[in-house]
């Protein structure tokens, strides 16, 4: 395996709430690969960002994804969030990532 990754860890978080709406931050560090701390900095950076919603539910937070965001790339293309997460997680059709990711889609 290279050395390196394609992607930042910005864009792994967001990976792993695409997946799971409800993801604990616990877990969201163990799937990266980074500290707990670090996973609770870029999931700030994300929701202060405006890529993320977070809202409170009991002991637990649910995220929704802002799909209608444009995400910056290289050479100034600019492409919607929801379509580059629909080509980073082309199977993931989970009731939790079709909600997270169509909530907010009509409102951005």
């Not at 290279?2 to 163990?30: E, K, M, Q, Y």
Request: glycine fraction near 6%.
């Amino acid at each position: 395996m290279p050395p390196f990754g394609f992607l930042t860890n910005h864009g792994l978080v967001l990976l792993c709430i695409a997946h799971d709406s409800g993801v604990r931050v616990r877990d969201i560090a163990v799937d990266v690969g980074i500290t707990e701390r670090a996973a609770q900095r870029i999931v700030a950076d994300l929701v202060e960002a405006g890529y993320l919603d977070r809202e409170r539910i009991g002991r637990r937070n649910r995220y929704t994804i802002r799909t209608g965001l444009p995400v910056s790339l290289p050479a100034r293309r600019d492409i919607a969030l929801n379509t580059l997460l629909s080509v980073l997680l082309p199977h993931a059709s989970s009731p939790e990532r079709r909600e997270a990711m169509s909530a907010r889609a009509a409102s951005a």
